[in-house]
């Protein structure tokens, strides 16, 4: 009985079934968000956009991610190691927060905007930083 009105609440929640609903946690999502105020109409255009975003490379993360707001579920595509050597030569090996000179190994790529914001995962939108400058920064 649970599990149909789990189902059902699915089904009214995101009413267009899309093969990538095949596996998720149903169950504890309801459980977790079955008293939030969620608008389907909303939540269909948001899925319809994430779906057709590169940079998520875990699709059927998109229905987690848009219930609890946690960009993990949805593996979004890091830089490419040439990209990151790209930007590494461009900058000459400096942090572009502390302006401090590091090798490539002690350095991260970081998206100017952030990709939540709407920043893709490109050259144009991506800097490096060093270890500590990028944990800061993913503080805030």
Not at 74 to 98: H, P
Request: glycine share 6%.
């Amino acid at each position: 009985m649970l599990e149909q009105h789990q189902r059902k609440s699915r089904t009214t929640t995101f009413p267009q079934y899309r093969k990538e609903m095949k596996g998720v946690g149903w169950g504890y999502l309801y459980n977790a968000h079955k008293d939030d105020d969620l608008d389907p109409a909303t939540l269909e255009a948001e899925t319809a956009r994430l779906m057709a975003d590169d940079d998520v490379t875990k699709k059927k993360g998109i229905y987690e991610y848009l219930l609890t707001k946690n960009e993990k579920h949805l593996n979004i595509r890091a830089f490419t190691d040439a990209q990151k050597r790209t930007l590494y030569e461009r900058q000459k090996g400096i942090c572009c927060s502390c302006k401090n000179h590091f090798e490539i190994a002690n350095m991260e790529a970081d998206h100017i905007t952030p990709w939540s914001q709407g920043g893709k995962t490109e050259i144009a939108n991506g800097q490096m930083l060093c270890r500590d400058c990028n944990r800061q920064k993913s503080d805030k």
